[in-house]
């Protein structure tokens, strides 16, 4: 007969981190942890930046230092930027106000305009100029668009006569 001693490690489980929401674009980083080696699906390199194009699940396998090996996912969601929409070219005579009004960032969307000009409030614009919108959705997603307003100048009205004095009734 023999004795032995059977020692049982903990296996800790892999932790392959909350889910992800990004923009299309953009990295992201995963990072999993209780474990010494990690190996990702999709080539994705534990701790490395990559760049999804589209939405998915990311599996990762961790092998602890006493060989024990357990697996989590996260699932990466990639949101599309919106299109923003700052309008058609505007015309305006000089003095005339103008009203700029961006599209497209959603519901709960915000605007925000070059130049100091503020969404859906009319200005006096002072000089032809492009007026860039940026518009962020409720993801968080950044998307732009631009607009050229020409100002016109208000034109000077001059005139000849063929008389330029005489009595009543004086026909010119």
């Not at 961790?62 to 058609?88: H, K, L, M, Q, R």
């Amino acid at each position: 007969s023999a004795d032995f001693t059977v020692n049982v490690s903990p296996n800790i489980p892999v932790f392959a981190g909350d889910d992800v929401e990004i923009c299309l674009g953009y990295d992201v980083i995963l990072t999993a942890i209780n474990a010494t080696t990690y190996t990702w699906s999709d080539n994705v390199v534990n701790g490395e930046p990559f760049t999804p194009t589209v939405s998915g699940l990311y599996t990762v396998i961790g092998i602890s230092a006493n060989g024990c090996e357990t697996t989590d996912d996260v699932f990466v969601t990639v949101n599309t930027p919106p299109v923003i929409d700052a309008g058609n070219p505007l015309m305006i005579c000089e003095g005339e106000d103008v009203l700029l009004e961006g599209s497209g960032a959603g519901p709960n969307g915000t605007y925000s305009w070059n130049n100091g000009v503020i969404d859906g409030e009319s200005f006096a614009a002072q000089y032809s100029a492009m007026y860039i919108l940026t518009g962020v959705d409720e993801n968080g997603c950044i998307g732009t668009d631009s607009v050229f307003v020409t100002v016109l100048p208000v034109p000077t009205a001059q005139f000849t006569a063929d008389v330029f004095s005489g009595t009543s009734p004086l026909e010119v």
